[in-house]
């Protein structure tokens, strides 16, 4: 047995034989997992950048640190109310008695993460399952070494083997531990290994939360200013060099407004990124086999007559790959049929409402949604008609930062959504209580089945 099963052996004895974590216990747990984090971020910006080629502290900080640590404080305040047991009413029928709702520790959780945002997503749902109680197995990306082998090395300093544990390995460890029995399985990353990671947690019917990838789109509306539409676009899209779950993955744009936006796009870009030969602020492609990916989706959309609006600046660095746009890419192409995932915006023009609607609807079901509109009725009307897991208004990424928020997909985007008391009871059990009064009528009331009872039932 590999030493990681022995550790899950071990949680599992351990949660099956002793009561859930108290209010203390978890509070201490969240305590450590604190301090964790702010003792540590010059050392874990510096190995995530390492593991990036390059990835600015600043960025680390503000879409990693920071939220987590704005995570557990949310936790450590919200605890006690969510650990409350929820009185239910009784019917009529069945009183006088009580019933209520307890919300349990599931035992043992696996977490998954991917290598886009390896901290955050390793953290935030170890977070929630730490607040419900749970003893947690955390798998980082292989493809984060620097970063997973420090993660694991503050896991084991700051937390007993059987609270918390950190899995290394590539994938063919991610797969034998997917197959673990867990409690529950959370798992971030693509579309695609989701579908594998349900099918073996399915041999232990162990339930998973899967928050995979998909086409986040951005619909621009009529009313609304190109310009800061585009601003906010180029935020969502290009931080973390695009490689953001819910990043924008392609702009509808009124067809009249195209130039505009595309032109406003890059005035941002060339603001928040000058001098990209030495610019220490955008971060680097992950590999080099996403950087050809990349390189390969924009090329085909090229030969195939998009217009391809690129950064002036761009310099044949390896793994840098800086901000373009393709205008009206073909349909059929890479670009439209697959998620970006890095710093390439497609631009795809519109001439009504409905049918930028009708073209969100005929993709799967997104992540996220974005649009721009100051009208009420707008809004009302494409988040009416406009399926997705999360909507920002007026803005990118933002919803996900928000702690009272569940955060999660739909459809092939995912299933299940965790943060703040949504989190909390995504990794608990919702157990149902009733206490029956003194008086019980229904088994008084038989069998031998009585005459009036079978008047009453007639
Ligand atoms: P990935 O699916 O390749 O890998 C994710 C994790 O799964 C890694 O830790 C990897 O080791 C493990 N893994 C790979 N194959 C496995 C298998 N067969 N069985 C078990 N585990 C396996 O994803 P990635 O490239 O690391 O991340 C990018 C994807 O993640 C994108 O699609 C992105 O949209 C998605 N993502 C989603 C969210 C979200 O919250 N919904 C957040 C970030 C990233």
């Excluded at 739909?410 to 157990?431: E, L, N, Q, T, V």
């Amino acid at each position: 047995m590999a030493e990681f099963q022995q550790v899950f052996q071990s949680m599992h004895l351990a949660s099956r034989t002793g009561p859930d974590a108290t209010y203390s216990e978890r509070i201490d747990r969240l305590g450590r997992l604190e301090k964790l984090l702010s003792d540590n971020v010059e050392a874990l910006c510096k190995a995530i950048s390492s593991d990036f080629k390059w990835r600015s502290d600043t960025e680390t900080k503000l879409l990693e640190i920071l939220p987590l640590l704005r995570g557990i404080r949310h936790a450590k305040r919200h605890l006690a109310r969510w650990m409350k047991e929820e009185r239910r009413k009784i019917d009529l029928a069945f009183q006088p008695s009580r019933a209520w709702v307890r919300y349990e520790a599931l035992g043992v959780v696996g977490i998954i993460a991917p290598w886009n945002y390896p901290l955050a997503l390793a953290i935030a749902p170890l977070t929630d399952a730490l607040a419900a109680g749970n003893r947690v197995m955390v798998k980082p990306s292989e493809q984060t070494p620097s970063f997973s082998d420090l993660l694991a090395k503050l896991i084991s300093e700051n937390f007993a083997a059987d609270e918390v544990s950190v899995v290394l390995g590539d994938v063919s460890i991610a797969q034998d531990f997917a197959r673990l029995p867990f409690d529950h399985l959370l798992f971030t990353g693509s579309t695609e290994v989701g579908r594998s990671i349900m099918r073996a947690a399915s041999d232990n019917l162990t339930p998973v939360t899967l928050e995979l990838g998909g086409k986040s789109p951005a619909i621009v509306c009529e009313d609304f200013s190109i310009d800061a539409a585009a601003r906010s676009v180029s935020f969502g899209k290009f931080i973390n060099a695009g490689q953001t779950c819910i990043a924008p993955d392609y702009a509808l744009v009124p067809r009249h407004s195209v130039d505009q936006f595309v032109d406003a796009v890059m005035n941002h870009v060339a603001q928040a990124y000058p001098n990209p030969a030495s610019n220490r602020d955008y971060t680097s492609i992950i590999s080099e086999r996403h950087l050809m990916r990349l390189r390969n989706a924009v090329q085909e959309a090229e030969a195939a007559g998009a217009r391809v609006v690129q950064y002036a600046g761009e310099t044949p660095d390896r793994v840098m790959l800086y901000p373009k746009l393709v205008v009206d890419p073909p349909r059929d192409g890479l670009l439209m049929q697959e998620e970006i995932f890095g710093p390439v915006l497609s631009v795809v023009p519109y001439d009504t409402v409905d049918e930028a609607i009708a073209f969100v609807n005929s993709k799967p079901r997104p992540l996220a949604l974005y649009l721009f509109t100051d009208s009420g009725e707008m809004q009302s009307k494409i988040i009416g008609n406009c399926k997705s897991g999360g909507v920002t208004v007026n803005g990118t990424l933002l919803h996900y930062a928000m702690e009272n928020l569940p955060f999660g997909g739909i459809g092939p985007s995912g299933m299940g959504a965790y943060h703040g008391r949504d989190g909390f009871r995504r990794f608990s059990h919702a157990r149902a209580v009733h206490k029956v009064g003194r008086i019980n009528m229904f088994e008084k009331l038989g069998p031998p089945w009585g005459p009036l009872l079978r008047l009453t039932l007639r």
